[in-house]
């Protein structure tokens, strides 16, 4: 008859506690230091080679259970069940996990030379226990397939809501996982980080957070009546046939209200986020105007690339025209100038001084009210 030494002494109780917070957490390893000589002999005649007290190693869950059910006769789930008293749950072996996680992406047509890095972290530190692995890989995997992956800003966005996820669980972290490791970014130590690869990945936080300022839209008459500006989300639809002037400054804005001008109008406000990108290529026609500096003039071009608008008093005759007396303005930085729908303007811009917008806004709300007076705004 065969004597198994008794899993329940003291020598072992650190081992079995990490060896259960391990499992909980489907880990593929563990780590161990023996607390005292009695302890360090007990261990290794278990896992079969000579530990060292004091000293730090490290074990292989998969190989934890081959050697408890050699030594003891049953697997580590049942050990450790036995001794809690509670549901260890049940030790994957890495190639095990990995087929469920590959399986997964394979099954939603998910591809590229990342996935195998992304299957290997997960199962190293997403913390999925072997229980919950077989029923999230699936979500997180039909998640990833809608992720924008690629390189350059996203075709569209989606709200994280619309995946299924919530932030904080341990299914979205596998998912903010799979976008750093196809992105090759960092996975985020912030909450500014976070947000930044989500919007990378095509995945807003939330659907009311992130707008854009708009004046006179249809559809929102009545608060352009109440001489109330409306910001719109990713939620909101844009009706067909919709002409717009764009501009970056919030002070454009508010001078057409106090003009009464009534034609519709779009703020960029220095940046296009993701509704701005979602909103204007479904304009029929945009008029783009920006500051006269190299943030400016990038934001120009990527709006006319996404609308396929027209430059409005962005040439280099412009520039020269607002020279004029009576203003402080800043120098221009350092940064390159480019302007595809004039070539003449960065040249134009060597005399050296940045125009921001809203120094401009009484020409640009005098444009619209004549525009609009020849072409009225649809009611």
Known sequence: MTTHPDPGRPEFAVLWRQARTAVAR???????????????????????????????????????????????????????????????GSVVAPAEADDILGAAVAAAGVSGGWVAAWVDQARRYAKISPAELAEVAPRAAAAIARLHLGEGA????????????????????LVLRAAAVAHGAALPKSTVDERRLWERSGVLLDAVSTTVLTWGFPGCEARTDAGLPTHLTIRDTIPAGVSAFVCTSPVVVDNCIAA????????????????????????????????????????????????????????????????????????????????????????????????????????????????????PAPR
Not at 58 to 77: K, N, Q, Y
Not at 263 to 286: D, E, M, W
Not at 291 to 303: E, K, N, V
Not at 349 to 362: D, K, S, T, V
Request: charged share 15%.
């Open 26 to 88: 489907g880990q593929v390893k563990l780590g161990y230091k023996a607390p005292d000589p009695a302890a360090a002999s007990a261990v290794s005649a278990v896992i079969g080679r000579e530990l060292t007290a004091g000293i730090g190693t490290t074990i292989v869950v998969a190989d934890l259970d081959s050697r408890v059910r050699a030594v003891f006769s049953c697997g580590l789930g049942e050990l450790l069940s036995s001794l809690f008293g509670e549901s260890a």
């Open 154 to 173: 996203p075709a569209e966005w989606i709200v994280l809501s619309d995946l299924g996820l919530v932030r904080g669980t341990r299914l979205a972290g």
């Open 260 to 375: 009464g001008v009534r034609y519709p109008v779009i703020c960029l406000s220095g940046h296009l986020n993701p509704v701005a990108r979602t909103i204007l290529p479904k304009l029929h026609t945009a008029h783009i105007h920006s500051d006269f500096d190299a943030h400016g003039l990038l934001i120009t071009h990527q709006a006319l690339t996404l609308t396929n608008g027209t430059p409005w008093r962005m040439s280099a005759d412009d520039y020269r025209a607002a020279l004029t007396p009576g203003h402080d303005l800043l120098a221009l930085g350092p940064d390159p100038l480019t302007a595809p729908w004039d070539p003449t303007l960065p040249e134009a811009m060597r005399a050296g001084w940045a125009i921001p917008e809203h120094i401009l806004a009484p020409t640009l709300v005098a444009d619209l009210l004549t525009f609009q007076g020849e072409r």
